[in-house]
């Protein structure tokens, strides 16, 4: 198994993961001291099924409500059509087999633009960042 | 209407090179069947009894003639020669090969069209008033909203996966033409009192197993933070929404063992952190969007052309048309030209590729080249002069699409049931012809007023028919076909589930069951209510007795 | 163990095929076989196998009680079609009908 960059196609081998958020536990299950007790080590959210969608709701929580700025890793069975809904839902990296590599690069390569603002998103127009990101307040205009 | 711009082109081009790219790997195995299903569902694919059946996306149930015309080029090119407008607004195609599915998504970008999320357990096409911008009682044109929330759902990438499928439903006017209150999420737009527009919010609608009337979650939400708190609504369905068992899946099944209560606290809660972000529309885009639907430009027209007294006195037939499907728009001499998909012989929402063509010319010659899909499985040529009304008749007439059905015990909604889907335990289209032709006397049709007949072929009822005011159910009863009738259900404002009046038919019964039906209305009805007024005047219990405990009506169909 | 005969789709078109006697895939409903026991076996593999190698999607088996009756789903599957007839194309050359008065 090896990591995929969601944003650069790269792969890595695999990191050290501090923390597994299983998809479908609760969100009050992962707590800010979770995120704390981390230091260096990744933060990883298993999908059980890839149909299963509770693990983009768990990426934004940890992003936007938790802050977590950190290698956010998608474990478990993610398909490659899913990697840019897990980029934009927050996640960095996903856990795949090496052989499925060219498949994920290839569907990384032609996703959609995106239509909506979710963490980020090429139709963004809004000046006001998301009030749950504790990011400072971005000035420039969103490129479309 | 809406416009795409380069944007929303690339978008679609990308979409469907991103599907051809799917398919291929499907086909080389390299995606098994288990992952491929939810990619292709939200391409509209969807597998039936027969073949492969496409669902194409007609966006809250707008056309241009062009795209119209467009469609009727796929069904030639690719399927056979006809489509089926759907409850939702969509057009479906019956006979699609999985291996043309990525060259018609080529062909439909190529006309501003697509078949994204028009299956799958995603949010599907927002639904809307198909008198939208052209009604006498609306607010404001409730597609704008459509349009936003349409833009907003497409590929969002936290709701691509959700417990099941997810419809929404807008209405603005005084009457709900868009059935909100059977909808995972119905959007009403109102005035607050203090004169600012917003949206009354209402969840867990829906047919299916267990039919529900949506129940109100907020009575106000102004509408520039329409788009935060559906994501909040989103956002508690998507985390808390059951995923063990398919027929326990939809977000009403989550209200009702959450409380309607906790549902809205919760909801609330997600939302206090999420509006005035970056979710909620920027005023320029909203303008940018809205501007798509500025009103067109009509001439005044007189509301009594003479023209269309004298056709009405000429033509009893034009004048049966003009009463039931020339409906009242905002401008006094203008209407709305019900185009009924409804004949003997036609399965209710089915059109030829001619006809789709047919209908492009009416649209064209006498209205504004729009076009708009009803959930009544009609379709509609908006903004119509009324002094053009036997114009168009006359036109409609040639193309054979001059039936006057609308709002009639003829204007029947049916599902396509066991002739063509994989779900259905019994047919619904030989029925609703049989039930057609067996009122196929306009005078009788007439006398008989406002009646809706809806046929599911089964307990998914995608027929709608717990919304009829005569429901038919298709049943299994030991491999022979039977049929279950409800009464007094209702899809407007007052949304009501209808009531099962007793032991299921067999289908040869069915015709003579209705008409035993009929028959007791007209004899005990006051004046001249209509059936609905009756049923919620006298109950169920005088039908129930003169087609149960009156042996007449076995008599009849045996 | 009741005898069954086995049906899917094509993968590449949507096809209704049915497996015959010789453990190929044929469109036509009359050459559906119908298997029992060890030879049920059999089918079962040739069903596994052809999912494998991506010919055929959503398989299943019918139970028949020898005379190859069945449900009126299965006959209307084998019948290619709907039982009604749906709306006729026209494709009629020439200009589009006068329009006016």
Redesign the interface.
């Known amino acids: 198994m090896t990591w995929f960059d969601l944003v650069t196609g790269d792969l890595l081998r695999r990191g050290v993961i501090g923390h597994v958020h299983a998809g ?1 536990a609760s ?1 009050s299950d992962i707590t800010a001291a979770d995120i704390t007790r981390l230091g260096g080590a990744a933060l990883a959210i298993r999908f059980d099924r ?5 693990g ?2 768990a990426a ?1 929580h940890i992003r936007e ?1 938790l802050a977590y700025t950190g290698t956010l890793v998608a474990q478990g069975h993610v ?1 490659p ?2 990697a ?6 927050g996640f960095t990296h996903a856990e795949i087999s090496l052989s499925a590599a060219a ?1 994920w690069r ?2 990384r390569a ?9 963490l980020d998103s090429p ?10 990101v504790r990011s400072p307040r971005r000035r420039d205009h969103q490129p ?1 | 209407m809406y416009r795409y711009d380069e944007f929303d082109r690339a978008f679609v081009e990308r979409r469907a090179a991103q599907f051809r790219d799917q398919v291929d790997r499907r086909l080389r195995g390299e995606l098994s069947e288990d992952e491929f299903k939810p990619l292709r569902l939200q391409n509209g694919l969807y597998l039936q009894l027969h073949a492969y059946m496409l669902r194409i996306a007609i966006p809250y149930g707008v056309l241009s003639s062009g795209q119209l015309r467009g469609l009727a080029g796929i069904a030639r090119d690719f399927d056979r020669d006809f489509g089926h407008f759907t409850t939702r607004q969509n057009i479906q195609l019956n006979w699609i090969r999985l291996v043309d599915a990525p060259d018609i998504l080529d062909r439909l970008a190529t006309f501003d069209m697509h078949a994204i999320q028009t299956s799958g357990n995603c949010i599907r096409n927002v639904t809307c008033d198909p008198l939208a911008g052209a009604a006498h009682d609306e607010i404001e044109d409730p597609r704008v909203w459509a349009e936003i929330i349409r833009q907003w759902s497409t590929l969002h990438p936290e709701f691509a996966f959700l417990p099941r499928k997810f419809k929404i439903a807008i209405s603005a006017g005084a009457e709900d033409r868009a059935a909100t209150g059977f909808h995972d999420i119905g959007l009403r737009l109102v005035k607050s009192r203090g004169d600012e527009t917003g949206f009354r919010i209402l969840v867990g609608g829906g047919q299916g197993r267990t039919p529900r009337v949506a129940r109100q979650l907020a009575h106000f939400v102004p509408k520039r933070h329409i788009l935060s708190y559906l994501e909040a609504v989103m956002r508690i369905y998507n985390a808390a929404g059951r995923r063990d068992n398919i027929y326990k899946a939809r977000i009403k099944i989550l209200v009702d063992a959450m409380g309607i209560d906790a549902f809205a606290e919760a909801v609330n809660t997600e939302w206090g952190l999420i509006k005035d972000g970056a979710t909620d529309l920027p005023e320029l885009e909203y303008r940018r969007i809205a501007a798509h639907f500025a009103p067109p430009d009509l001439a005044e027209a007189s509301p009594v052309p003479l023209a269309l007294a004298l056709a009405q006195r000429h033509d009893a037939g034009f004048a049966r048309w003009v009463r039931q499907n020339g409906l009242p728009h905002r401008l006094p001499g203008y209407a709305n030209a019900v185009i009924s998909l409804k004949s003997a012989g036609r399965p209710p929402g089915d059109a030829s590729a001619s006809e789709m063509e047919a209908i492009a010319d009416l649209a064209d010659d006498h209205g504004t080249g729009e076009i708009r899909v009803t959930y009544q499985q009609n379709v509609i040529i908006p903004h119509v002069r009324r002094d053009a009304l036997p114009a168009l008749y006359r036109d409609a007439r040639k193309a054979g699409l001059g039936g006057g059905e609308n709002g009639l015990i003829s204007d029947i909604i049916a599902c396509p049931g066991l002739d063509y889907c994989n779900l259905a335990n019994a047919r619904s289209l030989p029925l609703a012809d049989r039930i057609f032709q067996r009122f196929d006397d306009p005078q009788r049709r007439a006398a008989i007023g406002r009646l809706q007949v809806n046929i599911s072929g089964c307990i998914n009822a995608c027929g709608h028919h717990h919304a009829a005011d005569i429901g038919i159910l298709g049943v299994d009863k030991k491999g022979v076909e039977h049929y279950q009738i409800t009464i007094g259900g209702r899809a407007g404002e007052a949304a009501a589930i209808g009531r099962i009046i007793g032991p299921s038919f067999a289908e040869h019964e069915v015709p003579a069951v209705i008409g035993t039906i009929i028959d007791t209305y007209l004899a005990c009805r006051e004046g001249d209510e209509s059936f609905a007024a009756y049923i919620a005047r006298s109950g169920t219990d005088g039908l129930k007795a003169a087609v149960y405990d009156d042996g007449v009506a076995r008599a009849r169909a045996s | 163990m009741s005898d069954v005969m086995f049906t899917a789709n094509r993968l590449d078109n949507g096809a209704v095929i049915w497996l015959t006697a010789a453990l190929r895939w044929s469109e036509a409903a009359r050459q559906a076989a119908v298997f029992s026991d060890d030879g049920a076996e059999a089918a079962r593999d040739e069903v596994a196998a052809a999912c494998h190698r991506n010919f055929i999607v959503a398989a299943y088996e019918v139970a028949v009680d020898g005379r190859a009756d069945t449900s009126m789903r299965e006959r209307i599957r084998a019948g290619r079609g709907p039982t009604i007839t749906p709306p006729q194309d026209n494709l009629a050359p020439g200009p589009r009908p006068a329009t006016g008065d």
Do not use: E, H, K, W
Request: hydrophobic content about 35%; proline content about 7%.
């Open positions: 479908g969100l890839f149909s299963d969608g509770r983009f709701t934004r409500v398909i059509d899913q840019d809904y897990l980029r934009r839902c498949q290839r569907a032609l996703a959609p633009p995106a239509m909506q603002r979710v139709r963004a127009r809004s000046l006001i960042p998301n009030r749950r479309d």
